[in-house]
């Protein structure tokens, strides 16, 4: 309890005033020694007993007078001390709190300005760590989920093969085969997001024309949408500038898009994928029409696997890392991702952010229709 930083600083406040009332006491008794010894000359007084008795009052009321200072400056400074270290003293607590493991605790951030955001970057820090232990726990939790049925249904058919159950024919292969690409996709996704979390994502900027990109993607996802009966149209603000970005990675965040636009938007829905400019950015948007999603889980649908609606099976829900990817690749190239949800209408889009000497695109040759942007182009399948 002595060592403790309450008594160090108390001590230190008391050796101060001791310092300086022997000071003022030594300074005190040579001025005042002197000056009645010029008196006492002065008017011819004999001074040995009159400045003996001098002396000694002079003395009696210096010691009065400063313990009197000294008791009320060690009040004060108990007070402001204590008021200092208690606040510190629950902050060194919830420091061994956090280093134990213990995230859930807090400290009021009241006192003075210094100790107050001392305590709110504490309280800050716990709470992103207990975030953070929430997302690393649902991500075991998840990635064990993700796992099981694929490698449950892998090891059951090749029991039953080995054993000889069933025949090795090509429709149970390909069902093993398609169980295996789900695992490397997950695999795939995975280390993709663990390398955003690391920073050790290399970008391969090239210069990318958006509107060509879009259409290259059509090509392979249009037949399948058109086979649903679904309309898909693609609709560009000739104001698009060729955007720096990595190529690979920005049909990646497409792909993902469309890939959920086509997993809950139902038969015969219609699909836009739109491309426009804003503020020293790009946004490219998919549109669909049909079930739209919660106000309870659209602020959530960009969280690692988080899935809306839960009875949902992972051939129709996925697992839930893909509108992850596209946030963190569009911050990557200094953009970012959002949703909306309304009458029937869901749209997600992400950003790039665009570099000042961009040069604007020339218009895609041989576009059908109007844009419902000015100066915009329409393509159309389905």
């Known amino acids: 309890m002595r060592d403790s930083l309450l008594w160090r600083l108390l001590g230190a406040q008391l050796l101060v005033i001791a310092i300086g009332v022997v000071a003022s006491g030594v300074m005190i008794t040579d001025l005042a020694s002197h000056a009645f010894m010029t008196i006492m000359a002065r008017y011819h007084i004999e001074p040995t007993a009159v400045e003996a008795e001098f002396l000694a009052a002079t003395h009696r009321i210096l010691l009065v007078s400063s313990m ?6 060690m009040l004060l400074g108990w007070i402001l001390v204590r008021r200092l270290v208690r606040p510190v003293a629950r902050m060194m607590v919830l420091a061994e709190s956090i280093a134990q493991g213990d995230y859930a605790g807090r400290v009021d951030p009241r006192g003075p300005d210094e100790i107050a955001r001392l305590a709110d970057a504490l309280n800050r820090m716990a709470e992103g760590l207990q975030r953070i232990e929430a997302l690393r726990r649902d991500l075991i939790a998840n990635v064990a989920h993700e796992l099981r049925t694929p490698l449950s249904t892998l090891r059951g058919y090749l029991e039953a093969l080995r ?15 398609e169980e295996v690409l789900r695992l490397v996709r997950l695999v795939d996704a995975l280390h993709q997001l663990s390398q955003f979390d690391a920073r050790i994502s290399r970008l391969r900027p090239t210069e990318v024309d958006l509107p060509a990109l879009v259409r290259g993607l059509l090509e392979v996802y249009g037949p399948e949408l058109a086979r649903r009966g679904m309309t898909v149209r ?20 497409l792909r993902n898009l469309l890939d959920n636009a086509a997993r809950y938007a139902p038969d015969r829905a219609d699909v836009v994928i ?11 948007t998919v549109q669909n029409t049909g079930e739209g999603i919660s106000p309870e889980d659209l602020p959530h649908i960009f969280e690692r696997f988080y899935r809306g609606e839960k009875s949902r099976s992972r051939e129709t829900g996925g697992a839930g890392i893909g509108l992850a990817l596209v946030q963190e690749i569009a911050r990557a190239h200094g953009g970012g991702a959002g949703a ?27 576009a059908e229709g109007a844009a419902d942007e000015p100066g915009g182009s329409r393509a159309s399948l389905g």
């Open 340 to 366: 909306a949800s309304a009458d029937g209408r869901t749209s997600v889009w992400f950003s790039l952010a665009l570099e000042p000497a961009a040069a604007p695109a020339t218009p895609a040759a041989g």
């Open 234 to 253: 693609a609709v560009h603000d000739a104001r698009v500038p060729r955007v720096r970005a990595d190529a690979d990675l920005v049909a990646q965040a």
């Open 163 to 177: 054993d000889g159950l069933v025949p090795a024919d090509p429709q149970i292969l390909a069902s093993l085969h």
């Open 274 to 284: 739109a491309t426009s400019r804003e503020d020293g950015a790009v946004r490219v």
């Open 68 to 73: 009197v200072a000294a008791s009320v400056a």
